[in-house]
């Protein structure tokens, strides 16, 4: 469906909506009058009536009208119509665009319990933990004292925990988590080991924060992977050397490459002949991750370097860019890290190994209905509607919007716009209106705050260094007289409500330092003043130095500078339709590469889907089935066997050494052991030697040995007298070939995607490339997955 199609549908649905909001306020009346047990008792009625055939759409009016009034008497809260009109939205499994303080939080009440009552489960996903933890004990009230069950799940609790989480009518959680649960569910090797009992309904908040900025990076469970330590630090030491003709830097990819004169050097420093021959692979590798994390990631920006927990040494943490906040837990793939932890001199911890992983926009597309909200998502509408299938629509404020947006101030240079921002703040605080300060980086936000200590301005910084304050912080933002500079606003899940006598100031002032390289993480910067009528105004200050322009601005937007500082108009504000139209392209130009980038990770990780799902499908039903694995196992032990006496066995010259290396190896056959005679008599009813075997033909071999593996398998179910015993021996042997197998066959696909960009310059598609190779690997993979089981269970001792 194309965006003008969407906006339309969007006003069509909205006078839809208006029709079942009144059909909700017609039960006002009628669950005001009902007495608490009463009005409890009406869960127990609404599951009833589902059992009875009724659907979710059926009930939603008396359900939506049951918890509004439940919403009123726990909470004090009572949802606006508005509000009311965002739950129906997220109800039919789309995303409620409401602009921020319309009581997003209160709105999911509604959605949440009338899905709950179906008993499969709610799952609300919030950004972090703070928040996630903050809306269990804030909402979770009003839902337990309507007879539901309410988990709260983290990264801090064990298994069992979660698992009780899971079980609940409805549970709150972090997208990250959800993620990782998925993944750990499906490398376990019991049942009740896994968490998650399904992914049923969810409603995502700050949706495009998850849906859309998180997704450009896959999630991945990670082992650990012995780093190169040294190699690490000599690529650096390398890099650190190397001057501004040795290497070329994109400014709008931030990509760097080797020159000639770099390659030379290279060369020298490594010993080696050519940098760029396959022989120098490793080393080429480590110098490229060298030269990102020198010339490309910022610190303070890209990254911070901050203290570990225990306060022993110093450690490398992501900064998200669109939220400001330190990415836990979260590093750099491909050696990127490791290359940025030698760069700033900490201790360089172990590589990963990818294990398991999957993309946002895959795992979401698995629940059965998916919804959202979030205060600015028109802007990518398409991009919702393409990749999950959800419309945006619009729902209107519960009162005006009184905000001023005015105009962006621009000038020619960084120092200019910086000197007009410290003035403007000290101007606004001259008045007592508190005023929010918005950067993009670290950096920036302690730059402006240096610059207001040395006027003695009292102020406070919101960064990636000091997000555990981040509740407190913002709770204070909107008070008489207050000045709070914070990095990106997006996804903060926190309303800045005005003090007393702020509203009459003017409320709250937001001025931006700096465009985001996004207009909707903009617009939501600008979103934080003007909440349900408040007045307030925002307004940004430009420079044509700031990393947007300078990467992705164009040749007149800089010709434009130098003509200013030529003229001596360095410090005057700058009225010209070019730079101003120069903003904008270069959002949309960063917003449509962002987008390229999202819809090729899923792309990629698309041809993964299907092989994924499909394992993971049948490694379920392994760990589901309790009985004997006989009808699974011998047919694959069969396959085997031919598989690999018709490798050995072609032609005139039979590989006799090849086959009987297989038959010990593999099968477990020592022609030596009187044990294992026995086992060859009974089956065969004579002894079996290698020289018996040379004297058979293929097929007579081929029938020989799954006689005797049928033997051996009979053998090992005998030693093992107890049910569960045989049925956890066989499900370890069959999990512990597919997941190591799986393991190998995500490694050699990440690796064979860095290469397969290549084939580009060949006239290939790198993405059928990709997809055919897939394929043939998938089909590799399932072959040695047979041999590792036979293996495993053929070569396994029992012990008592």
Same mark, same amino acid.
């Given at each position: 469906?194309?965006?003008?199609?969407?906006?339309?549908?969007?006003?069509?649905?909205?006078?839809?909506?208006?029709?079942?909001?009144?059909?909700?306020?017609?039960?006002?009346?009628?669950?005001?009058?009902?007495?608490?047990?009463?009005?409890?008792?009406?869960?127990?009625?609404?599951?009833?009536?589902?059992?009875?055939?009724?659907?979710?759409?059926?009930?939603?009016?008396?359900?939506?009208?049951?918890?509004?009034?439940?919403?009123?008497?726990?909470?004090?809260?009572?949802?606006?119509?508005?509000?009311?009109?965002?739950?129906?939205?997220?109800?039919?499994?789309?995303?409620?665009?409401?602009?921020?303080?319309? &009581?997003?939080?209160?709105?999911?009440?509604?959605?949440?319990?009338?899905?709950?009552?179906?008993?499969?489960?709610?799952?609300?996903?919030?950004?972090?933990?703070?928040?996630?933890?903050?809306?269990?004990?804030?909402?979770?009230?009003?839902?337990?004292?309507?007879?539901?069950?309410?988990?709260?799940?983290?990264?801090?609790?064990?298994?069992?925990?979660?698992?009780?989480?899971?079980?609940?009518?409805?549970?709150?959680?972090?997208?990250?988590?959800?993620?990782?649960?998925?993944?750990?569910?499906?490398?376990?090797?019991?049942?009740?080991?896994?968490?998650?009992?399904? /992914?049923?309904?969810?409603?995502?908040?700050?949706?495009?924060?998850?849906?859309?900025?998180?997704?450009?990076?896959?999630?991945?469970?990670?082992?650990?992977?012995?780093?190169?330590?040294?190699?690490?630090?000599?690529?650096?030491?390398?890099?650190?050397?190397?001057?501004?003709?040795?290497?070329?830097?994109?400014?709008?990819?931030?990509?760097?490459?080797?020159?000639?004169?770099?390659?030379?050097?290279?060369?020298?420093? *490594?010993?080696?002949?050519?940098?760029?021959?396959?022989?120098?692979?490793?080393?080429?590798?480590?110098?490229?991750?060298?030269?990102?994390?020198?010339?490309?990631?910022?610190?303070?920006?890209?990254?911070?370097?901050?203290?570990?927990?225990?306060?022993?040494?110093?450690?490398?943490?992501?900064?998200?860019?669109?939220?400001?906040?330190?990415?836990?837990?979260?590093?750099?793939?491909?050696?990127?890290?490791?290359?940025?932890?030698?760069?700033?001199?900490?201790?360089?911890?172990?590589?990963?190994?990818?294990?398991?992983?999957?993309?946002?926009?895959?795992?979401?597309?698995?629940?059965?209905? /998916?919804?959202?909200?979030?205060?600015?998502?028109?802007?990518?509408?398409?991009?919702?509607?393409?990749?999950?299938?959800?419309?945006?629509?619009?729902?209107?404020?519960?009162?005006?919007?009184?905000?001023?947006?005015?105009?962006?101030? =621009? *000038?020619?240079?960084?120092?200019?716009?910086?000197?007009?921002?410290?003035?403007?703040?000290?101007?606004?605080?001259?008045?007592?209106?508190?005023?929010?300060?918005?950067?993009?980086?670290?950096?920036?936000?302690?730059?402006?705050?240096?610059?207001?200590?040395?006027?003695?301005?009292?102020?406070?910084?919101?960064?990636?260094?000091?997000?555990?304050?981040?509740?407190?912080?913002?709770?204070?933002?909107?008070?008489?007289?207050?000045?709070?500079?914070?990095?990106?606003?997006?996804?903060?899940?926190?309303?800045?409500?005005?003090?007393?006598?702020?509203?009459?100031?003017?409320?709250?002032?937001?001025?931006?330092?700096?465009?985001?390289?996004?207009?909707?993480?903009?617009?939501?910067?600008?979103?934080?003043?003007?909440?349900?009528?408040?007045?307030?105004?925002?307004?940004?200050?430009?420079?044509?130095?700031?990393?947007?322009?300078?990467?992705?601005?164009?040749?007149?937007?800089?010709?434009?500078?130098?003509?200013?500082?030529?003229?001596?108009?360095?410090?005057?504000?700058?009225?010209?339709?070019?730079?101003?139209?120069?903003?904008?392209?270069?959002?949309?130009?960063?917003?449509?590469?962002?987008?390229?980038?999202?819809?090729?990770?899923?792309?990629?990780?698309?041809?993964?889907?299907?092989?994924?799902?499909?394992?993971?499908?049948?490694?379920?039903? =392994?760990?589901?089935?309790?009985?004997?694995?006989?009808?699974?196992?011998?047919?694959?032990?069969?396959?085997?066997?031919?598989?690999?006496?018709?490798?050995?066995?072609?032609?005139?010259?039979?590989?006799?050494?090849?086959?009987?290396?297989?038959?010990?190896?593999?099968? &477990?056959?020592? *022609?030596?052991?009187?044990?294992?005679?026995?086992?060859?008599?009974?089956?065969?009813?004579?002894?079996?030697?290698?020289?018996?075997?040379?004297?058979?033909?293929?097929?007579?071999?081929?029938?020989? /040995?799954?006689?005797?593996?049928?033997?051996?398998?009979?053998?090992?179910?005998?030693?093992?007298?107890?049910?569960?015993?045989?049925? *956890?021996?066989?499900?370890?042997?069959?999990?512990?070939?597919?997941?190591?197998?799986?393991?190998?066959?995500?490694?050699?696909?990440?690796?064979?995607?860095?290469?397969?960009?290549?084939?580009?310059?060949?006239?290939?598609?790198?993405?059928?490339?990709?997809?055919?190779?897939?394929?043939?690997?998938?089909?590799?993979?399932?072959?040695?997955?047979?041999?590792?089981?036979?293996?495993?269970?053929?070569?396994?001792?029992?012990?008592?």
């Amino acid at each position: 469906m194309k965006l003008r199609n969407l906006i339309e549908n969007n006003q069509f649905k909205r006078k839809k909506l208006e029709k079942i909001v009144r059909r909700v306020e017609s039960y006002q009346k009628y669950y005001a009058s009902l007495s608490d047990e009463k009005l409890k008792d009406s869960t127990t009625s609404f599951k009833q009536r589902l059992q009875e055939g009724e659907t979710l759409n059926d009930l939603l009016p008396e359900a939506f009208a049951a918890i509004r009034e439940a919403d009123k008497r726990v909470l004090g809260l009572f949802p606006y119509p508005v509000q009311i009109m965002g739950g129906i939205v997220l109800n039919a499994g789309n995303l409620a665009e409401m602009k921020t303080g319309e &009581g997003k939080t209160l709105t999911e009440t509604m959605p949440v319990y009338l899905n709950a009552l179906e008993g499969k489960g709610v799952h609300v996903i919030t950004v972090n933990e703070y928040l996630s933890a903050r809306d269990y004990e804030e909402m979770g009230p009003v839902f337990k004292w309507m007879n539901l069950t309410v988990g709260l799940n983290s990264s801090k609790i064990f298994p069992s925990e979660k698992k009780k989480a899971y079980d609940c009518d409805i549970t709150y959680s972090t997208n990250t988590e959800l993620g990782f649960d998925y993944l750990r569910d499906n490398m376990v090797i019991s049942v009740d080991q896994q968490v998650q009992r399904g /992914l049923n309904y969810a409603i995502v908040d700050e949706a495009d924060s998850i849906l859309i900025d998180e997704a450009r990076m896959p999630l991945i469970i990670a082992g650990k992977d012995k780093s190169q330590r040294n190699l690490y630090k000599r690529a650096d030491e390398f890099a650190k050397s190397l001057n501004e003709d040795d290497y070329d830097y994109d400014k709008e990819t931030k990509t760097v490459a080797l020159t000639p004169s770099g390659a030379d050097k290279a060369n020298t420093w *490594f010993g080696l002949k050519n940098i760029f021959d396959s022989e120098s692979f490793t080393e080429a590798h480590f110098v490229d991750e060298a030269l990102k994390a020198n010339y490309s990631m910022k610190r303070d920006q890209d990254y911070v370097v901050q203290p570990t927990k225990d306060g022993h040494s110093k450690e490398v943490d992501i900064v998200d860019q669109n939220t400001g906040r330190v990415m836990a837990g979260r590093r750099y793939s491909d050696g990127l890290h490791q290359a940025i932890e030698a760069k700033e001199n900490v201790p360089i911890k172990d590589a990963d190994k990818t294990e398991a992983d999957t993309t946002y926009q895959n795992y979401f597309r698995m629940y059965s209905k /998916l919804s959202g909200m979030t205060g600015t998502a028109a802007s990518d509408a398409q991009e919702f509607y393409d990749t999950y299938h959800m419309q945006v629509i619009s729902i209107p404020t519960n009162k005006p919007v009184q905000r001023q947006d005015l105009p962006d101030i =621009v *000038f020619a240079t960084k120092r200019a716009k910086l000197k007009a921002v410290l003035d403007k703040i000290i101007d606004v605080h001259s008045t007592e209106r508190p005023i929010l300060v918005g950067t993009i980086s670290v950096e920036s936000s302690e730059e402006i705050s240096e610059m207001l200590n040395e006027r003695d301005i009292p102020h406070e910084v919101l960064n990636a260094k000091n997000n555990g304050r981040e509740a407190e912080i913002i709770a204070q933002a909107g008070q008489q007289g207050a000045i709070t500079i914070a990095t990106n606003m997006a996804g903060r899940g926190t309303d800045i409500k005005l003090g007393p006598h702020v509203r009459e100031l003017g409320g709250l002032f937001v001025l931006g330092t700096e465009h985001h390289e996004s207009q909707r993480i903009d617009d939501q910067l600008r979103g934080r003043s003007g909440r349900q009528g408040d007045p307030g105004t925002s307004q940004f200050y430009v420079s044509l130095e700031d990393d947007l322009l300078i990467r992705y601005g164009t040749e007149r937007v800089q010709k434009v500078k130098q003509q200013l500082i030529d003229r001596g108009d360095e410090y005057e504000p700058i009225e010209s339709l070019i730079v101003r139209r120069g903003i904008i392209e270069a959002q949309k130009r960063v917003e449509g590469n962002a987008y390229d980038e999202r819809k090729n990770t899923v792309r990629y990780d698309d041809v993964m889907k299907d092989e994924r799902d499909a394992l993971y499908r049948d490694r379920n039903k =392994v760990l589901n089935y309790d009985g004997d694995f006989a009808n699974y196992l011998i047919p694959m032990f069969a396959r085997t066997i031919k598989l690999k006496v018709d490798l050995y066995c072609q032609g005139n010259n039979w590989n006799y050494d090849g086959l009987f290396r297989f038959c010990k190896g593999t099968l &477990g056959f020592d *022609f030596g052991k009187t044990a294992n005679q026995d086992l060859y008599i009974k089956a065969l009813g004579y002894e079996l030697t290698e020289e018996r075997i040379e004297s058979m033909t293929k097929d007579e071999i081929i029938e020989t /040995l799954i006689k005797v593996a049928r033997e051996e398998y009979q053998h090992r179910i005998d030693e093992l007298v107890n049910p569960e015993d045989i049925s *956890f021996f066989q499900k370890v042997a069959i999990l512990r070939a597919v997941d190591v197998n799986w393991r190998e066959n995500i490694a050699t696909m990440e690796q064979f995607r860095q290469s397969v960009t290549l084939r580009g310059y060949g006239q290939y598609n790198p993405l059928v490339e990709y997809q055919n190779s897939s394929f043939d690997l998938y089909s590799e993979m399932l072959t040695n997955i047979q041999e590792d089981i036979t293996r495993n269970y053929m070569r396994a001792s029992i012990v008592d």
